[in-house]
């Protein structure tokens, strides 16, 4: 990103001049997004070899929640292609779009729009971005692996639905806040078919747990610095890996402690990269340039930090 990009307003569409294709993502706040740095720099590159996308751009814009179901309105008349969706309208927007792609559909959250004639599609990329992510920063697959999630909410949720359709082994979930497990579990079990899926209590695991599962962390604990652990890896058999979704700060307690015992482990940079990548594919129909966005994203990060 670059610093001085604007941030645009709602407001900024009742006189919008720019006449290229544009996208944008949506949030509040979205001051630190780098989704437009690894956009803008994945359609530089993409420009070299398709002409057409010298006219694509990608803005960033300040929307209060309140203010979501209008914009989105407001931008399909302003005929932007596709928009991104971060916190807090994931799930806000899924009930004001016109169709849903079957994978966002259990996730009951979008993080991605696709301008049709009459309205938005919705998508979410993020269970792809999880699994492609942990392909990357550790060389795991989902398939066939016993998977530990930590966290009840809205990640975790899109976490969880990616393990259960790549059919992991066994899924093991954690929250601090029982009742909050046990709706997202009741959701979930129904989809689960023959993949055992057991909840437990984070600073109580239960015997039985297995060896070399692979920990992912989908709660917000580590955003901030006097953060707690999640969970203590010492009291659980010994994972094949960690994997953070938290990119910022790229180092986190969990990561830290997964370092300390020798463990493999990653942060949550790769699955923002390949959620944004999966989007520009969405968008564009063709194949997004990975490593651009990757440079482009740990750049960003350097900047905010
Ligand atoms: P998101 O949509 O990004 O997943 P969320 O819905 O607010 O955000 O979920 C945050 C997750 O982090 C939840 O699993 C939350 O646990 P609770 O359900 O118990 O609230 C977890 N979380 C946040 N702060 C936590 C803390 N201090 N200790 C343990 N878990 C925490």
């Known amino acids: 990103m670059n610093p001085t990009d604007p941030v645009y307003t709602p407001a900024d569409l009742a006189h919008w001049s720019f006449r290229g294709t544009a996208l944008a993502v949506l949030g509040h706040p979205i001051g630190h997004s780098l989704s437009p740095a690894m956009h803008n720099a994945a359609l530089a590159v993409m420009a070299r070899d398709q002409e057409r996308f010298a006219s694509w751009r990608y803005f960033r814009f300040d929307v209060p929640p309140e203010e979501l179901p209008a914009a989105l309105a407001l931008f399909h008349r302003c005929g932007f292609c596709g928009l991104n969706l971060t916190v807090p309208h994931k799930v806000i927007a899924f009930d004001h779009?016109?169709?849903?792609?079957?994978?966002?559909?259990?996730?009951?959250?979008?993080?991605?729009?696709?301008?049709?004639?009459?309205?938005?599609?919705?998508?979410?990329?993020?269970?792809?971005?999880?699994?492609?992510?942990?392909?990357?920063?550790?060389?795991?697959?989902?398939k066939d692996a016993d998977v530990i999630l930590l966290g009840a909410g809205g990640a975790a949720r899109a976490a969880a639905v990616e393990?259960?359709?790549?059919?992991?082994?066994?899924?093991?979930?954690?929250?601090?806040?029982?009742?909050?497990?046990?709706?997202?579990l009741a959701v979930l079990r129904p989809v689960a078919g023959d993949v055992p899926v057991q909840g437990f209590d984070p600073l109580s695991p239960p015997a039985g747990l297995p060896t070399g599962a692979l920990i992912i962390n989908a709660t917000s604990v580590g955003l901030h610095a006097t953060d707690p652990l999640p969970i203590d890896l010492t009291r659980l058999p010994r994972p094949a890996g960690v994997y953070d979704i938290i990119y910022n700060p790229p180092t986190t307690p969990l990561?830290?402690?997964?370092?300390?015992?020798?463990?493999?482990h990653a942060n949550g940079l790769s699955m923002l990269v390949h959620q944004g990548a999966r989007a520009l594919e969405i968008w564009t129909g063709a194949s997004a340039p990975v490593p651009v966005m990757m440079c482009a994203a740990q750049a960003g990060l350097s900047l905010v930090n």
Request: hydrophobic share 45%.
């Open 255 to 264: 990561l830290l402690q997964a370092a300390g015992l020798g463990v493999p």
């Open 97 to 142: 779009v016109v169709e849903i792609d079957p994978g966002a559909q259990l996730i009951g959250a979008v993080n991605t729009l696709l301008r049709l004639e009459h309205g938005w599609r919705g998508y979410n990329t993020d269970g792809h971005g999880l699994a492609e992510g942990l392909r990357e920063g550790l060389g795991t697959a989902l």
């Open 163 to 184: 393990c259960l359709q790549r059919h992991c082994a066994s899924l093991w979930m954690a929250n601090r806040t029982a009742a909050r497990l046990d709706a997202l």
